[in-house]
């Protein structure tokens, strides 16, 4: 009776055990979906905005006496935009892993776009920002919004290497005939 007892013990605490892990599961499963909902509310709430705000910029560039220089900044905005409502998809597929968004892309569009916000939002008044992107690179697969994302944080990263002073430098080659494009 004693060795019945201490093996019914046993089973009701592994039971127990059992039915606590679930509940946190479940715990956590409902706090995921309260995020999910935050989330798509927050995406309603800023995407709607952002896409108002970008097509007014691309009415902007449709004016032909507009000057080269606020071209390229409404260019910039509308970039960023791109970055931003790439950012909220990003989120909404926060549940789940998303897939990279391959697809044919100009790694010097994506560089030009980077060393332009770099260059515009940078702090580093004595830094130097060189540009010098290979003519008629072939296009590559990828997701352009992660690889600007990478080429965002490692311009950060080069910006706090070389202080108040120095120079990064932003390129494009061919690695060799045939190869993969190169930064």
Do not use: M, W
Request: proline share 4%; charged share 25%; aromatic share 2%.
């Amino acid at each position: 009776l004693t060795a019945a007892s201490r093996e019914l013990g046993r089973r009701y605490d592994r039971e127990h055990e059992r039915l606590r892990e679930v509940s946190e599961r479940v715990r956590a499963a409902e706090e995921l979906a309260s995020v999910a909902t935050i989330v798509a509310g927050l995406a309603h709430e800023i995407g709607t905005p952002l896409y108002i705000i970008q097509g007014r910029a691309e009415q902007l560039l449709q004016r032909k006496s507009l000057p080269d220089k606020e071209r390229g900044v409404i260019n910039v905005i509308i970039a960023q935009i791109e970055r931003i409502s790439g950012f909220i998809r990003q989120l909404l597929t926060l549940s789940r892993r998303a897939e990279p968004q391959l697809r044919l892309i100009s790694l010097n569009d994506i560089v030009h776009r980077v060393s332009q916000t770099v260059g515009d939002q940078r702090n580093h008044s004595g830094v130097e920002i060189i540009v010098e992107l290979t003519e008629e690179l072939p296009p590559i697969l990828g997701d352009p919004d992660q690889l600007q994302q990478v080429l965002l944080n490692l311009s950060v990263n080069a910006l706090q290497a070389v202080g108040s002073t120095g120079r990064v430098t932003f390129s494009t080659r061919c690695a060799t005939s045939g190869s993969p494009s190169a930064i």
